[in-house]
């Protein structure tokens, strides 16, 4: 079973504007999470993290929220770049971290 | 270079033979996961290793995959008589902690023919 969803296989920007980016996951014992970026032929990199004692986490043009009640969370990347052309994964843990479940990704396409 | 290690980067293997993937993590990580990962989907959870002791094991590790952890420092994850459906990047990660973040290494795509 897929604790861990992002329904949008991929996304297109313009240079400039932002992206957003969607995970909703079902475990409500999730408490913390985390955004990967992809390139392909690497390894996933580590991007942002929130845990559920907050709603929102910046980190320079990455901000993510998190909405609780509706078990979502998302990737705001402002202003987009070509550069952040990449598939993102978002992922859940549930403490004590066990292990980390991953969506399926969203591949983001920034045109220049 | 203080990042996570893995090698072979890629390796290309008959069916029925068997392969060793090595990770090195991160020094002062005390835990390392395999995960694995095919097109189109995310990283799938293999195992887990909290120092030398393995403390979780997926249900998709079947009795081909054995995973070690030496003196809590590198691992193998082993696969015996390959499968087809073996084929797949494996990726290994570590972090300080239940709840730091994953470091991955940069995977080992496995093909087996």
């Known amino acids: 079973d897929q604790q861990v969803k992002q329904n949008s296989p991929s996304l297109s920007v313009q240079e400039g504007r932002i992206s957003i980016l969607n995970c909703d996951y079902t475990n409500s014992m999730f408490d913390y999470f985390l955004w990967y970026k992809k390139y392909p032929a690497e390894g996933p990199t580590f991007l942002i993290s929130i845990s559920s004692i907050k709603d929102k986490n910046e980190d320079g043009r990455f901000t993510v929220f998190l909405n609780k009640s509706a078990k979502h969370l998302s990737l705001h990347i402002v202003p987009s770049q070509p550069g952040d052309s990449a598939v993102y994964f978002c992922?859940?843990?549930?403490?004590?971290?066990?292990?980390?479940?991953f969506g399926t990704g969203t591949s983001l396409t920034v045109i220049p | 270079d203080t990042g996570v290690s893995q090698n072979p980067r890629h390796k290309i293997t008959k069916r029925g033979q068997n392969v060793t993937f090595r990770c090195d993590p991160i020094?002062?990580?005390?835990?390392l996961y395999w995960y694995r990962q095919t097109l189109g989907q995310g990283p799938e959870f293999l195992t887990y290793f909290q120092n030398e002791a393995q403390l979780e094991k997926s249900r998709l590790l079947s009795d081909r995959f054995s995973a070690e952890r030496p003196k809590g420092s590198f691992s193998t994850l082993e696969i015996q008589r390959t499968e087809q459906g073996d084929s797949a990047m494996y990726l290994c990660?570590?972090?300080?902690?239940?709840?730091?973040?994953?470091?991955f290494g940069e995977g080992s795509r496995l093909t087996v023919l």
């Open positions: 992922a859940a843990s549930a403490y004590p971290g066990n292990q980390f479940y």
């Open positions: 020094s002062e990580h005390n835990r």
């Open positions: 990660a570590s972090s300080l902690g239940p709840m730091g973040e994953l470091f």
